[in-house]
């Protein structure tokens, strides 16, 4: 499986939990390691949305995928 559908792989999983706080995420680009996403719903106007993208989201596809992977926001 290749890096890219390992990525899309993880965040299907990770989207239930914004799901539940009223939130969602689209995935804007993926270019190798460096993934943009968009927050959506509750968590696009949430002041702790680069928290979620950073600390959450990306330290999970960090474990779960490579190590080299940066999320930024849309």
């Known amino acids: 499986m290749d890096m890219d559908q390992q990525i899309r792989d993880v965040l299907e999983e990770l989207r239930g939990s914004l799901q539940a706080d009223g939130g969602d995420l689209e995935v804007v680009s993926i270019k190798g390691p460096q993934v943009t996403l ?19 989201i990306e330290r999970v596809l960090r474990e779960k995928v490579s190590s080299d992977i940066v999320v930024e926001k849309a």
């Open 38 to 56: 968009k927050l959506t719903g509750a968590c696009g106007g949430c002041p702790h949305a680069m928290i979620t993208l950073k600390e959450g």
